[in-house]
């Protein structure tokens, strides 16, 4: 079926920088939405960004300015840049796709990655 492998995570300083990358393989006609979820530590899955392809990206207030989203549909992939991280960024991050496949549509989740950045 489809296979969702995330990378790119691991420890930074206050103001540093991290890319996340987010790779779908398998049965794939097209991306039709992308987006990066977070989970702080003991609290619930909040949004931080996400974008139907082709239209404009959507953050969470708490990461305007800091963090882009982007794709590339040619290689089923996402990414999420972070700047200036800050320690209120830590948090367990997941993708999520929704992929148009050859006789349905379905939505597909990362394992999830740490970022940690200490205060």
């Known amino acids: 079926q489809v296979q969702v492998a995330e990378s790119g995570g691991g420890l930074v300083e206050p103001g540093g920088s991290l890319r996340l990358s987010c790779a779908a393989s398998?049965?794939?006609?097209?991306?039709?939405?992308m987006g990066w979820f977070r989970r702080p530590p003991g609290k619930q899955r909040e949004l931080v960004a996400e974008m139907d392809v082709g239209d404009t990206p959507n953050y969470s207030e708490s990461v305007k300015g800091r963090f882009a989203i982007s794709g590339d549909n040619a290689k089923n992939t996402m990414y999420l840049q972070m700047n200036n991280l800050k320690p209120e960024d830590t948090a367990t991050y997941l993708c999520n796709f929704l992929l148009r496949q050859p006789r349905s549509t379905g939505t597909f989740w990362g394992q999830g990655i740490q970022v940690t950045v200490p205060s």
């Open positions: 398998g049965s794939i006609d097209s991306i039709i939405y």
